[in-house]
């Protein structure tokens, strides 16, 4: 059994540490049998919030990754973890010295400040709501306001990736393809917003489904066309047809996690939207 690494990682930042985690679990993914203890030291604004936070860390040990902002409290963090042996990482400083000398301006040094509640902000929240309002074709009223409108069979990640979508401040509705059923006649009139057909290998679906019946507590028994091969298969082609018929655009989910979906839908979203301004 592979034997593993474990480090401790200290996330200080004088805001809510969301950036910082984020970044500490891509960078720990890219290392083979690494794995990390986060300490989250959120909202660190104040010489005694940021003496607290160093002793905590003399007394675990490891790594820090910070976003501090006031230079008086910055000192205090780097003089500390010096004289304590203890590595300290910029996580922001290159990166925000690189776009001040490209944009021509110096920054705005006052923390917290990514969280204003700006129009971007009221923008997610009205997308959020939106999307679980439109998920699994539960509402077919509005479905011109949607930016992006996902078809998929049961269980090809059409609901976790519109919520992925919507946090991203885009308006994302899905609608379950059936066998024998037709889509909504709306759907077919459509003009400004992107349709994306999602399939994936039948055997893979077949699998996700039994998981699914099994989490439900409901027998997997023989017949079943939810989980039928024949009728699986049958059912992902017939959605292919479907996408092709309509000229909309296919993402094969079979091997892709929601993210990477959620990439290559925006991305085939903002080449629609160029299209669209081309075209008025």
């Known amino acids: ?6 480090i401790n990682i200290h996330l200080v930042s004088d805001s809510t540490g969301e950036t910082l985690g984020a970044m500490s679990r891509a960078v720990i993914s890219q290392f083979k049998g690494v794995e990390s203890n986060e300490f989250m030291w959120s909202l660190v604004r104040t010489k005694r919030k940021m003496l607290e936070v160093i002793e905590k860390i003399k007394i675990e040990g490891g790594i820090v990754l910070y976003t501090i902002l006031s230079q008086d409290l910055l000192e205090i963090l780097l003089s500390e973890c010096k004289k304590n042996q203890i590595a300290t990482i910029p996580a922001l400083d290159e990166i925000i010295e690189k776009f001040s000398k490209y944009i021509g ?3 705005i040094n006052k923390p917290g400040r990514q969280h204003i509640l700006d129009q971007d902000y009221f923008k997610r929240i009205e997308a959020i709501n939106y999307t679980i ?8 009223d509005g479905l011109e306001e949607a930016e992006i409108v996902i078809i998929g069979p049961s269980r090809t990640s059409k609901s976790p ?10 308006k994302a509705a899905n609608i379950p393809f059936i066998s024998g059923i037709e889509l909504p006649e709306k759907l ?13 290998n039948s055997e893979a679906l077949i699998q996700i489904r039994k998981n699914r019946v099994k989490i439900l507590g409901q027998d997997i028994k023989s017949g079943n066309e939810y989980i039928d091969y024949e009728s699986v298969d049958r059912e992902v082609k017939e959605a292919r047809k479907h996408y092709f018929k309509n000229n ?3 993402i094969d989910v079979s ?15 903002y080449e629609f939207k160029k299209e669209r301004n081309k075209a008025l």
């Open 1 to 6: 059994m592979e034997n593993k690494k474990r």
């Open 133 to 140: 309002s439109h998920d699994d074709g539960q509402k077919i």
């Open 255 to 269: 091997k892709k996690s929601i993210e990477e979906t959620a990439a290559a839908i925006i991305e085939k979203y």
């Open 105 to 107: 301006q110096n920054i």
């Open 161 to 170: 990736t519109c919520i992925y979508l919507s946090h991203r401040g885009l």
């Open 248 to 250: 909309w655009p296919i």
């Open 188 to 200: 077919f009139r459509l003009k400004n917003t992107l349709i994306i057909g999602l399939t994936i």
